[in-house]
């Protein structure tokens, strides 16, 4: 229960954070001292002058997609076997079905909605 808590306000954290940029592609090569940093300002703000929203633990990657209809993100640690997501109208947190290769980064969303998560490749927690 305590890492689906964990792993709900990171998701969280870095959801509001998502409408900044179009995309957000996941890059586990630098996560390994430091993590990744979300800046988010109301104006055009470098990260310099922006409010720090949230950072990852270090091993954590990130990826998202933003549009106009909402926001879908994942996030996956460089040494997990899982990779978890969820969406803007989804109460849900999803993880992958079967393992993942360990340090194999995830695919960047490519819808902002539950078709992102479908039963296939994706289990609602």
Do not use: C
């Amino acid at each position: 229960m305590k890492k689906i808590l964990i792993i709900s306000a990171a998701l969280l954290l870095f959801g509001t954070s998502a409408f900044s940029a179009n995309t957000l592609d996941m890059d586990l090569s630098s996560k390994d001292t430091t993590g990744k940093t979300v800046y988010g300002s109301s104006d055009d703000a470098t990260a310099s002058t922006a409010t720090n929203i949230g950072k990852t633990s270090t091993g954590v990657g990130v990826a998202a997609l933003s549009g106009v209809n909402g926001y879908a993100l994942v996030a996956q640690h460089m040494n997990g076997t899982k990779t978890y997501g969820s969406y803007f109208d989804s109460t849900a947190i999803y993880q992958t079905i079967g393992d993942v290769v360990v340090g194999t980064e995830a695919d960047t969303p490519t819808a902002s909605d539950s078709s992102e998560f479908d039963a296939t490749t994706w289990r609602a927690m």
